[in-house]
């Protein structure tokens, strides 16, 4: 999907409103699909514009910069914490239900090293380390 130029919405609104062709028509005239003419219209009556609203910039977080200092701190004292038991030691301390992405997401945007767990044997694989490990061919 494209976006479309506001000159091109510019021409197409005086050419309806003028009753030069159908809608149908100017669409193909314009290059654009009936859609695309009936939303920019239906955008007029509702707003008086016809160029798209700008980018609101999102939604504020839920960790202001008080509770990543938290965060930090926490992972400071003890790395090891999994992301779910730090999400609640936030929602005791700040009062915010915080999830684990959520978590993840900040300790992330910290920059803060990830626990390393030492539960899990190394894996090995058989015949690794050894070039050629193929059985040779009869």
């Known amino acids: 999907m494209t976006a479309s130029s506001a000159d091109l919405c510019a021409k197409i609104a005086p050419a309806c409103d003028a009753g030069m ?16 003419i009936q939303k920019r219209l239906r955008r007029r009556r509702r707003t ?6 700008t980018p609101s910039g999102g ?4 960790l202001d910069a008080a509770a990543l200092a938290l965060v930090a701190s926490r992972l400071r ?12 030691r936030v929602a005791a ?3 915010v ?7 993840s997401r900040a300790v992330r945007r910290l920059r803060l090293p990830e ?8 894996r090995v694989t058989p015949g690794a380390g050894r070039p ?7």
Do not use: I, W, Y
């Open 21 to 36: 062709a159908s809608r149908r028509q100017l669409a193909r005239q314009f290059h654009v699909s009936v859609a695309f």
């Open 48 to 53: 008086g514009r016809l160029a798209a609203a």
């Open 59 to 62: 939604r504020r977080g839920v």
């Open 77 to 88: 004292a003890q790395n090891d914490l999994p992301l779910a038991e730090l999400g609640a």
């Open 93 to 95: 301390a700040r009062g």
């Open 97 to 103: 239900h915080v999830s684990v992405p959520t978590m």
């Open 115 to 122: 626990k390393q767990s030492c539960s899990r044997p190394l």
């Open 132 to 138: 050629n490990a193929r059985a040779p061919a009869p």
